[in-house]
């Protein structure tokens, strides 16, 4: 599977404010998925994004708050917007390939 | 609704015991199965992963066992070893796992195995 580089690795930011995270993947992959996970938790898919069309989003997740683009197939952000102290997280980016899903290594948000 | 159940939450086992881990599913279109490991402040790493046409597959000391009428898949880790404490997910998906197609995770095993 491709190769998925993720930043930035870690950031503590104010509430009120966002963060932008980035994936650059170094091959074309078609879909992109974007997950949280909270401290000790799973992961909870947030959005699959597919280049060149609107992300989807999974329920109890929007776009306002969770804008994702994706501009090419090896790029892809994921904003986190007005964060609050509950958006502090782990968030993943993920792609499948022929040899199983590849994720990120993650950025692990704290809001304060 | 969790549609991937799994357990135990936790489990210590002895270094060279057993570590079984236990997940059963709800949704019968799920046709892919993969078990992630995921250590400190990495990101989840596939570890073996299997389809419904076989009953088990193995690959070293992990080993993944599949009901298909009971709808249940299991993780068998043999010779435990210190390094394998991770926490453990299961997942599942649907199409085969083809890259296009989500997965859906399991609330994960906190495995510690003792020296």
């Known amino acids: 599977s491709a190769v998925i580089s993720q930043k930035p690795s870690r950031d503590i930011c104010q509430r009120g404010t966002s963060l932008t995270i980035q994936c650059q993947v170094d091959s074309q992959v078609t879909m992109m998925f974007w997950y949280r996970q909270q401290p000790g938790q799973s992961l909870t898919l947030i959005a699959t994004?597919?280049?060149?069309?609107?992300?989807?989003?999974e329920s109890g997740f929007v776009i306002d708050k969770f804008p994702i683009s994706r501009p090419n197939l090896t790029f892809s952000t994921l904003t986190v917007s007005n964060m609050s102290p509950e958006d502090s997280s782990i968030y993943l980016c993920?792609?499948?390939?022929?040899?199983?899903?590849?994720f990120g290594s993650g950025t692990r948000l704290t809001v304060v | 609704q969790q549609q991937v159940k799994q357990s135990p939450q936790s489990l210590i086992v002895q270094k060279g015991g057993i570590s079984i881990i236990n997940c059963a599913y709800e949704n019968t279109a799920f046709d892919y199965f993969p078990w992630y490991q995921q250590f400190p402040g990495k990101g989840p790493a596939l570890l073996i992963a299997?389809?419904?046409?076989?009953s088990e597959k193995k690959e070293g000391r992990f080993t993944i066992s599949f009901n298909k009428s009971a709808k249940q898949f299991s993780l068998h880790i043999m010779d435990s070893q210190p390094g394998d404490s991770a926490t453990y997910f299961c997942?599942?998906?649907?199409?085969?796992?083809?890259?296009?197609?989500?997965?859906?995770f399991g609330k994960g095993t906190l495995l510690t195995v003792n020296p």
């Open positions: 299997i389809r419904p046409d076989v």
């Open positions: 994004a597919n280049q060149g069309s609107e992300a989807t989003y």
């Open positions: 997942a599942a998906s649907t199409n085969s796992g083809g890259s296009n197609y989500k997965l859906t």
């Open positions: 993920s792609h499948g390939g022929a040899a199983g899903y590849t």
